[in-house]
Structure formats: structure tokens, C-alpha cells
Nanobody
Framework: QVQLVESGGGLVQAGGSLRLSCAAS????????MGWYRQAPGKQRELVAR???????NYADSVKGRFTISTDNAKNTVDLQMNSLKPEDTAVYYC????????????WGQGTQVTVSS
């Protein structure tokens, strides 16, 4: 069983930056896709960014050009660099992973709060 643990959330002013990190208890090489979702109060959880084992990335339109997702194989982490933050980026951010294999497993972290003040 893989566990995902997020870190790096917090309070930042609009225009600032934060870097989220998600540490996997198992090897990220066993994952086909890793990514970040977010959920703001009263809204549905939405995809922010994801990266495949082949290095392909895609982003929500609202964060393109501001956020960058990357993996660190040595540290077994998937990171989200968030720049030019806006108040509408305020949400709980969740790490997500889908394992390889014929019957993939889906994993979620516990979430980390990001609050952007205006």
C-alpha cells in the first residue's frame, strides 16, 4: 500500500510563490500518473496538474504558465511549484497517483491547505 504525504502549504500574499511536495512511501516508478488536485470550499475537486511516467504533463487552463509539476526520482516526490499566486488559488491541494498494471490502484494524500490573501 502506497501512502502519499503532502507538505509545503501555507498562507501567502497574492503574487507570491509556494512549492508543494508529495512524498510517496513506495517508489514513484511504480506509478503511471502522479498529479495534484485541489478543492475550494463549496466547489468540486479539480485537476491542477499531472505528469505521466513518460514525463508528459498537462495543466488546468487556470494555472498554465504559473504552476510547474515535476518529479524527483531520488527523493520519491512529485512537486508543484506555484508562482504568481492568486486568491482564487486558495484551496486544499491533494496529491494523487495511479499505479501501473492491469488493475491500477488510485492513491490520495490527506491534503494541504493553500491560502492566498489579496
Amino acid at each position: 500500500q502506497v501512502q502519499l504525504v503532502e507538505s509545503g502549504g501555507g498562507l501567502v500574499q497574492a503574487g507570491g510563490s509556494l512549492r508543494l511536495s508529495c512524498a510517496a512511501s513506495g517508489s514513484i516508478f511504480s506509478m503511471n500518473v502522479m498529479g495534484w488536485y485541489r478543492q475550494a470550499p463549496g466547489k468540486q475537486r479539480e485537476l491542477v496538474a499531472r505528469i505521466t511516467s513518460g514525463g508528459f504533463t498537462n495543466y488546468a487552463d487556470s494555472v498554465k504558465g504559473r504552476f510547474t509539476i515535476s518529479t524527483d526520482n531520488a527523493k520519491n516526490t512529485v512537486d508543484l511549484q506555484m508562482n504568481s499566486l492568486k486568491p482564487e488559488d486558495t484551496a486544499v491541494y491533494y496529491c494523487h497517483a495511479i499505479s501501473r498494471g492491469l488493475v491500477p490502484n488510485v492513491y490520495w494524500g490527506q491534503g494541504t491547505q493553500v491560502t492566498v490573501s489579496s
